[in-house]
């Protein structure tokens, strides 16, 4: 079998084949992951006693002649945020490094119900912060496609675990455009559903209202079958919507023809051409398939960055306070106090970009700043809601750039944090809207980096947004 060219598809045809048994296949995958990882550093737990278990159910409903589900005996990889009962999940940092979870993530439950094989847990900024994977306690990930180069961040180790072939679709989270750009980066496709489409339960809380979980995958096809299956309401997450959910991949393959797609113009302005050449032809190949090209405004876009980087640590310096040493968390050895205690668990246990966030959070929080700061963030993010609503009563869809530019060089960027957060220019209003929104293919630069075009559409319009990008997928193969 050949693992790292594997489909959804491809597994469901060899299973009823008999050319191998899922048992077989999670072994295979769990000795190539393992042989590979070091390369990369994409995995940081591998589980494999849950997995055989897993593959051994699937065989078991096999041999009772019933459906293993739609992801039956598919090797899947999950971002170290997402909680896993019995399965260390250190969500990157120092002071979760021995942390076992009691429960599993809803999406988690999904996902095994469905018949996926959980590898193991994969690599990620130090709790989800980060764009670039450089900020993990437990080392960088290294960009399969160039390994001198990051992924991406913060799921770049999902996005790496797809791109090497060590898994065959994978859950990353996104809060500000942390699975578009690694998906862009790699090479593969990466989905940020609707704000609420999948329950947050069991996922470790960066900025709880920009948090998402969502896929990767190698093909659209397979990141609408696993959104699928995680996707729906779920009594144990208040935010999760009750939307119904399509099936995504009844609805490909379909004529996109007509189909208005929006411009944005603040998205292209000063570009680099070795992202903008690829993206125009990205453009053109829609405008063959028949797609309405329209330039449109979203002119609050300007404001993005300051608004997402107000709200987000305001909002992760809430959450990140329960890391005090008392609890579940690693414990400074060296506290004569109980105030000594939380300073240096605090101080030792968080990396630098999380202190920075953290402080920066709180200080937007503080009494006399709350009102100019976070409150006024607030109301920017009104305003980008409104650009996209206006927008998408005149088009179906929007298309722009992920990133301003392909994956960079280890190292390159982590002593300028400005630089690092405007590569997030691109991807934090959809986040901040809480629109659905993906990665997909567009081509390679001259020296062989992918690079991603990302689709943008409507509150709960996955499904046109998959038809789009399965039609541009099939057209540029």
């Given amino acids: 079998m050949e693992i790292p060219t594997l489909t959804i598809d491809a597994v469901k045809e060899g299973l009823r084949a008999r050319r191998f048994s899922a048992t077989e296949l999670a072994s295979e995958a769990l000795k190539f992951a393992r042989a590979e990882n070091p390369k990369t550093n994409a995995y940081l737990t591998f589980c494999d006693e849950r997995a055989l278990s897993a593959a051994a159910a699937v065989d078991a409903k096999l041999a009772r002649g019933e459906d293993p589900g739609p992801l039956g005996g598919v090797p899947v990889a999950v971002k170290d945020v997402i909680l896993t009962r019995g399965v260390r999940t250190t969500c990157g940092s120092k002071l979760l490094a021995d942390y076992v979870p009691p429960y599993d993530a809803t999406a988690v439950i999904r996902l095994e119900q469905a018949g996926g094989i959980i590898l193991g847990k994969t690599n990620c900024d130090e709790f989800a912060m980060g764009s670039s994977n450089e900020n993990s306690a437990f080392g960088p990930v290294r960009n399969p496609v160039a390994p001198h180069r990051v992924p991406g961040g913060s799921s770049g180790g999902s996005a790496a675990a797809v791109a090497q072939g060590t898994a065959v679709v994978s859950l ?117 398939l028949g797609c309405e090209i329209r330039d449109i405004s979203l002119p609050s876009t300007d404001y993005a960055i300051a608004c997402y980087y107000i709200i987000c640590t305001a909002e ?15 414990r400074s050895p060296n506290s004569p106090s109980l105030g000594a205690m939380y300073r240096n668990t605090r101080g030792e246990g968080f990396g630098t970009e999380c202190k920075r966030r953290i402080m920066l959070g709180t200080y937007v929080l503080s009494a006399g700043y709350y009102d100019a700061y976070y409150l006024k963030a607030q109301k920017v993010r009104g305003l980008i809601a409104r650009d996209f609503t206006n927008a998408f009563a005149e088009v179906d869809a929007i298309v722009a750039p992920v990133s301003p530019f392909p994956a960079f060089k280890l190292g390159e960027k982590v002593d300028d944090p400005l630089e690092m957060y405007l590569s997030d220019i691109y991807t934090i209003t959809g986040d901040l809207a809480g629109i659905p929104c993906m990665s997909v293919p567009c081509g390679k630069t001259a020296g062989g980096l992918p690079v991603g075009m990302q689709i943008l559409a409507n509150h709960f319009d996955e499904a046109r947004m998959f038809r789009l990008a399965d039609a541009f997928e099939k057209e540029t193969n």
């Fill in 316 to 330: 992760a310096s809430s959450n990140l306070a329960r890391y005090d040493g008392v609890r579940y968390t690693f």
């Fill in 172 to 288: 990353g989270s996104d809060t500000g455009g942390s699975i578009r750009q690694p998906a862009s980066f790699c090479g593969v496709a990466g989905v940020t559903p609707t704000y609420g489409r999948v329950s947050r339960y069991g996922l470790t809380a960066f900025a709880s209202s920009l948090d998402h979980i969502g896929p990767f995958a190698r093909t659209v096809k397979d990141s609408a079958t696993l959104l699928r299956v995680i996707a729906g309401r779920d009594e144990m997450d208040s935010t999760s919507a009750a939307a119904p959910v399509p099936d995504y991949e009844a609805l490909l393959d379909r004529n996109v023809r007509g189909v208005k797609i929006g411009l944005p113009r603040e998205y292209f302005k000063g570009l680099a051409s070795e992202t903008g050449d690829l993206i125009a032809s990205g453009i053109e190949t829609l405008k063959r």
